[in-house]
C-alpha cells in the first residue's frame, strides 16, 4: 500500500485498484506541491469533517474522476446536492466496500460547511478507520485528546495518523498520549506548519513517543506500508 503526504492533513492512498484521497484540502493548502487536478481515478475520497481546510477541493475532484466520498450523513447531503456519489457513515459505524472495511470514530472537533449562503451544519466530525489488504490505517482527522482512543487499542492499529498542531486540535503532549492509548505500530504527525496557529515540531513528537515509530513526511513524499 503506498501513501502520499499531500500536506496539512490530505493524504493519497493507493492499493491495487483504490485510489483514494483523505481530507482533499489542495487548493489554497501552503504546504501542497501538487494540483486537484493532478489526480486522476481517484475511486473513493474521505471527508473527516466539513471545514474548508478538510473539505477542500473534494467536489472538483469527486465529479472530474465521478470518485464515491465517504464522509457522514450530513455532509453527504450537502454532496449529494452537488451531484456528488456518496457513501454516508456515522459514528461507530463500520461497513464492507469491494476495497477493504471502514469504520468511522468520534473525533471531538466541529464540522460546519462554509457556503455563500452561510454556515451549514456539518454534522459530527470524524476519523476513520481503514483496513486494506489485511493493513489497518487510523485517521484521526481534526480531535482534541479523548478517552475514547483507548477503545482502538484492540483494531490493532498499522499505521496512526495524528495531528499534533494544537489550538484547533491536540498538540504534541496529547498526541504522545494518544499513542499511549492506541498502541499503533507507527505513528505519522500532520497539521502542523500549515499556518502559524499551528505551528509545532515533530521532531519533539517523535522525541517524546516511546514504544512506536515516528515518520515524518514532507509534502508530497510517498511511504510504502
Do not use: W
Not at 474521505?46 to 471545514?51: A, E, I, K, N
Not at 465521478?66 to 450523513?73: L, R
Not at 500549515?194 to 513526511?217: G, H, M, Q, W, Y
Request: net charge negative.
Amino acid at each position: 500500500m503506498k501513501l502520499k503526504y499531500i500536506g496539512h492533513s490530505a493524504f493519497y492512498i493507493e492499493s491495487g485498484s483504490f485510489k483514494a484521497l483523505i481530507d482533499p484540502f489542495v487548493s489554497g493548502n501552503p504546504k501542497a506541491k501538487v494540483t486537484a487536478d493532478s489526480f486522476t481515478d481517484i475511486s473513493h475520497i474521505f471527508v473527516t469533517h466539513g471545514h474548508g481546510d478538510h473539505l477542500g477541493d473534494t467536489i472538483n475532484i469527486a465529479k472530474k474522476n465521478n470518485s464515491t466520498v465517504i464522509t457522514n450523513f450530513e455532509i453527504s447531503l450537502y454532496l449529494g446536492d452537488n451531484d456528488i456519489a456518496t457513501h454516508a457513515m456515522h459514528i461507530g459505524g463500520r461497513t464492507k466496500f469491494d476495497f477493504g472495511i471502514v469504520k468511522m470514530t468520534p473525533a471531538l472537533h466541529g464540522s460546519g460547511i462554509q457556503t455563500p449562503s452561510g454556515v451549514l451544519d456539518g454534522g459530527n466530525p470524524c476519523g476513520f478507520i481503514i483496513n486494506i489488504d489485511g493493513k489497518t490505517i487510523y485517521h484521526a482527522g481534526d480531535t482534541g485528546l479523548t478517552m475514547d482512543m483507548k477503545l482502538l487499542e484492540v483494531e490493532n492499529i498499522d499505521l496512526a495518523i495524528l495531528p499534533i498542531g494544537g489550538n484547533f486540535t491536540m498538540d504534541v503532549d496529547d498526541a504522545v498520549r494518544a499513542v499511549e492509548f492506541i498502541k499503533p505500530k507507527k505513528v505519522i504527525p500532520i497539521h502542523y506548519d500549515t499556518f502559524p496557529i499551528i505551528k509545532a515540531s515533530p521532531k519533539e513528537f517523535r522525541d517524546k513517543v516511546n514504544n512506536c515509530e515516528v515518520i515524518i513526511l514532507k509534502a508530497n513524499e510517498e511511504y510504502i506500508l
